[in-house]
């Protein structure tokens, strides 16, 4: 019960952080969003074709034209 009311200690990195400016990154939404549905496997591929991107019966979303979720890059470790 005593770690219930327990006031916690101000953590480290707060030491370091003041006066540091606030970093707000804003969401980007998109313009418009569709739902197309296909009857079958063969007018998902023929639409996939179309516009030039992979797509599979688990594909969720898709950036048209396409952009990378992972950025302008991705970003991978290499060792030498």
Not at 29 to 53: S, T, Y
């Amino acid at each position: 019960m005593e770690n219930l009311f327990r006031i916690e200690k101000e953590p480290e990195w707060k030491q370091e952080w003041k006066d540091m400016p606030e970093f707000v990154q804003d969401k980007k939404e998109p313009h418009a969003k569709i739902i197309v549905r296909f009857d079958n496997e063969d007018d998902l591929q023929e639409f996939a074709n179309l516009i030039g991107q992979k797509l599979t019966s688990k594909t969720k979303s898709i950036w048209h034209p396409f952009k990378s979720h992972w950025g302008l890059e991705k970003k991978v470790w290499v060792t030498k």
